[in-house]
């Protein structure tokens, strides 16, 4: 069967630090796979999706960025974070458009 | 441009009500459109996932419906109980630009004992 792991679970950061989340999908190849954002009281963004390795697509500017060095991970990372990085963070990943999305457990990022 | 909104936003109910909750969207041309459940501080649980094709779907007390041409989905929840309290979401998979799902802002529910 397929699971998603996303990590860590938290993580406080102060402001100007780098950040690197880690999200992995087994029991499936070349997965679409997805991060999103949920900022508090928000609703949920879109910040970055890949349909193969090496394919980033960017749905809103930001000092945040993606990698897909594998077929099944994928990395959200930024050079220095902004108070407003502060959210949960979700990774997603699907099978393709006539499928659903699975979402892993999600990073509560606190930038202080 | 897909948007999606849910209502009511906030719903208290006494345990053992049957419940629905609403999702509208604008743009009928999708090719999918799937329930979640989200705990406080936790992921998104998938609940139902409605083909365009499809009318409905059920697992267990939950009930989802579909009609694409007015843009409205509802998610029936029988008999409810405490633990069914959490946000539920839907979101809609344009089958046009982006083909990504596009999300409501939830419902919170309210379950009391």
């Known amino acids: 069967s397929q699971t998603i792991h996303q990590w860590p679970a938290t993580l406080v950061q102060p402001v100007g630090s780098p950040l690197s989340l880690e999200c992995t999908v087994e029991g499936t190849s070349n997965p679409n796979l997805y991060w999103y954002r949920q900022a508090a009281g928000r609703g949920l963004q879109l910040l970055f999706y890949s349909v193969g390795i090496g394919q980033i697509s960017s749905e809103v500017p930001q000092n945040l960025s993606a990698s897909r060095p594998q077929d099944r991970q994928f990395i959200l990372s930024s050079k220095k974070l902004l108070l407003s990085d502060s959210g949960f963070y979700l990774c997603?990943?699907?099978?393709?458009?006539?499928?659903?999305?699975?979402f892993g457990s999600g990073t509560r990022l606190t930038v202080v | 441009k897909q948007e999606v909104t849910q209502i009511p936003a906030a719903l208290s109910v006494p345990e053992g009500e049957n419940l629905v909750l609403n999702c509208s969207f604008t743009?009928?041309?999708?090719?999918?459109l799937q329930w979640f459940r989200q705990d406080p501080g936790k992921g998104l649980t998938s609940l139902l996932l409605?083909?365009?094709?499809?009318r409905e779907q059920t697992s267990g007390r939950l009930n989802a419906s579909l009609d694409k041409s007015s843009g409205r989905s509802t998610l029936y929840i029988a008999a409810s109980q405490p633990g069914d309290s959490a946000t539920y979401l839907c979101a809609v998979r344009p089958d046009n630009y982006g083909q990504n799902f596009v999300f409501g802002p939830g419902t919170r529910l309210s379950v009391l004992p």
């Open positions: 743009d009928s041309a999708i090719y999918n």
């Open positions: 409605i083909q365009s094709s499809q």
């Open positions: 997603a990943w699907s099978e393709g458009v006539y499928y659903g999305y699975t």
